[in-house]
């Protein structure tokens, strides 16, 4: 079994997440104003991409998720290529989460970086296919219902139920159906998400993004 595997349960917090201001705003109480909380996108050695809140001491030197005890987290992605590999289908290109935490009331923020990423770079973001708990599928049904900020884009499931002539669309909806709940085409958990670029240009202009991509 996959640990904290999306462990959100002090993740999200959603109406009490920080912003770009909390993150500008931030002074690491240990080491005061010569150290700031950056957030990092870095590739893995397994394919994947890390999301990583990143701290900078006076002499650059970057040290990533797990160094800052005050704010710390990390979503990590990876491409639909790889649950096509394993059998769960191309899901229109986009992104899966595979791992993802932070201290609470820091999720959001850096979540929402890991959606405007995946859009760019792929066709957005899509829960695991695997295994998610309970607080996870609350996310991403904040994300389906509330945030109007993120575009949801339904997705087929393997057997073409939907759109029968397109292979693209095509994934495992497995995630989407436990529980004896088969109209998975309701579920949040059955849509990618996409999402324009405001967080991160916001990070941007702050010098507050590094992409070593």
């Known amino acids: 079994m996959k ?12 109406e009490a ?3 770009v201001d909390d993150l500008m705003n931030f002074v690491d ?15 893995n050695n397994e394919g994947g991409t890390d999301i990583t809140y990143a701290s900078i001491d006076v002499d650059g ?20 290529s790889y649950g096509e590999e394993e059998g769960l289908g191309p899901c229109d290109g986009a992104y899966q989460v595979k791992w993802a935490m932070a201290t609470e009331g820091w999720g959001p923020l ?42 949801n884009h339904q997705l087929d499931d393997l057997h073409n139920t939907l759109t029968p002539k397109i292979e693209v669309d ?15 085409e309701e579920n949040s958990l059955s849509k990618r ?16 993004f590094i992409d070593e991509t």
């Not at 859009?119 to 295994?131: P, Q």
């Not at 495992?172 to 998975?184: C, F, N, P, T």
Request: proline share 2%; aromatic share 14%.
């Open 3 to 14: 640990l904290l595997l999306e462990n959100w349960r002090k993740y999200l917090l959603i």
């Open 17 to 19: 997440a920080m912003t």
């Open 29 to 43: 109480e240990e080491f005061g104003e010569d150290l700031k909380i950056y957030i990092r996108v870095r590739n």
């Open 61 to 80: 030197e970057i040290y990533d998720f797990g160094y800052n005890d005050a704010v710390m987290g990390k979503v990590e992605i990876v491409p639909a």
């Open 110 to 151: 850096l979540y929402d970086a890991a959606i405007e990423y995946a859009t760019k770079h792929g066709n957005g973001l899509i829960s695991d296919r695997e295994m998610i708990s309970d607080e996870a599928r609350a996310v991403w049904d904040y994300y389906l219902n509330k945030r109007k900020d993120v575009d």
């Open 170 to 184: 095509n994934c495992d909806q497995y995630v989407a159906s436990v529980g004896g709940k088969y109209d998975w």
């Open 193 to 208: 998400y996409t999402k324009a670029p405001t967080t991160i240009t916001e990070l941007e202009k702050i010098g507050r």
